[in-house]
């Protein structure tokens, strides 16, 4: 059986429940999930459940865009002290998001920018959300160049964004979207990314793929989406597992396999 890592998963939001969602991702041969922390009320949470859940839950710490109103230097310190457990692999999910604007966008700018601080002192990779803001994400990125890496996850953007993003040590993380009927850009992007920079997730419960659209999405749904970025790469689905295992595993060196 081919093996993965679902790179980003809300796990503590899924509809079967996390130990049902676990035991079903491990069916379809997801072996670790990476949970996602999103504001400050989740951050104990996902700590809860990846140290609950070891070896097979990873989590990550940070405030979402939409969230970036209530980031604080106390919300800082809480993710800064508890980068260093051995559960956490990354600072996010941080970012810009343009298309909501559920925060004021300065107020976004700022605790994207302390939360890279945060990946840079720490030498954690970062989980970056960015939608219709680009430029803006490109340019807060190219502040901390050769300092921060980490994925653009739940890649939706531009040519130009993929381009950008690769230039500057950060890798592609391709989810469920990419499976759509109206996905065709998204789908030539993917075909031109270099097989050893990308990664494959859910983002469940969100974006379920084809075949599994209006169903809430789950971590062992990854393999759909897996599968059809094989065929968009002209690759067995063996080859893909195999190499964004070895991708997520360089990116998240704290994962053991």
């Given at each position: 059986?081919?093996?993965w890592?679902?790179?980003h998963?809300h796990?503590?939001m899924?509809?079967?429940g996390?130990?049902?969602?676990?035991?079903?991702?491990k069916?379809?041969?997801?072996?670790?999930?990476?949970?996602?922390?999103?504001e400050?009320?989740?951050?104990?949470?996902?700590l809860?459940?990846?140290?609950?859940?070891?070896?097979?839950v990873?989590?990550?710490?940070g405030i979402?865009p939409?969230?970036?109103?209530?980031?604080?230097?106390e919300?800082?310190?809480?993710?800064l002290?508890?980068?260093?457990?051995?559960a956490?692999?990354a600072?996010?999910?941080?970012?810009?998001?343009?298309y909501?604007?559920?925060?004021?966008?300065?107020?976004?700018q700022h605790?994207?920018?302390?939360?890279?601080?945060?990946?840079?002192?720490?030498?954690?990779?970062?989980?970056?959300?960015t939608?219709?803001?680009?430029?803006?994400?490109?340019?807060?990125?190219?502040?901390?160049n050769?300092?921060?890496?980490?994925?653009?996850?739940?890649?939706?953007?531009t040519?130009?964004?993929?381009?950008?993003?690769?230039?500057?040590?950060f890798?592609?993380?391709?989810?469920?979207?990419?499976?759509?009927?109206?996905a065709?850009?998204?789908?030539?992007?993917?075909?031109?990314?270099?097989?050893?920079r990308?990664?494959?997730?859910?983002?469940a419960?969100?974006?379920a793929?084809i075949?599994?659209?209006g169903?809430?999405?789950?971590?062992a749904?990854?393999?759909?989406t897996?599968k059809?970025?094989a065929?968009?790469?002209?690759?067995?689905?063996?080859?893909?597992?195999?190499?964004?295992?070895?991708?997520?595993?360089?990116?998240?060196?704290?994962?053991?396999?």
């Amino acid at each position: 059986m081919t093996e993965w890592i679902d790179v980003h998963c809300h796990l503590n939001m899924l509809e079967e429940g996390v130990e049902a969602a676990i035991q079903n991702a491990k069916a379809a041969g997801v072996r670790k999930i990476i949970t996602i922390g999103t504001e400050l009320n989740d951050l104990p949470l996902v700590l809860d459940l990846a140290h609950k859940y070891a070896p097979d839950v990873y989590c990550t710490l940070g405030i979402h865009p939409h969230d970036g109103k209530t980031y604080t230097d106390e919300v800082g310190k809480f993710i800064l002290e508890n980068a260093k457990d051995p559960a956490v692999v990354a600072i996010g999910e941080i970012g810009l998001d343009y298309y909501y604007d559920q925060s004021p966008r300065d107020e976004q700018q700022h605790a994207f920018r302390e939360q890279l601080k945060i990946a840079k002192a720490t030498g954690l990779p970062v989980e970056i959300h960015t939608r219709d803001a680009e430029e803006d994400t490109i340019n807060i990125l190219k502040e901390f160049n050769g300092e921060v890496t980490g994925i653009i996850h739940c890649f939706t953007g531009t040519s130009w964004l993929a381009d950008e993003a690769l230039k500057l040590g950060f890798n592609i993380s391709i989810s469920g979207v990419v499976t759509f009927k109206n996905a065709d850009d998204l789908r030539n992007t993917v075909r031109g990314l270099p097989l050893d920079r990308i990664h494959v997730e859910t983002d469940a419960p969100f974006l379920a793929p084809i075949p599994m659209r209006g169903r809430k999405n789950t971590a062992a749904y990854v393999v759909h989406t897996a599968k059809f970025v094989a065929d968009l790469k002209g690759i067995p689905v063996e080859q893909l597992a195999e190499q964004t295992k070895a991708n997520a595993l360089k990116m998240f060196p704290k994962i053991q396999w």
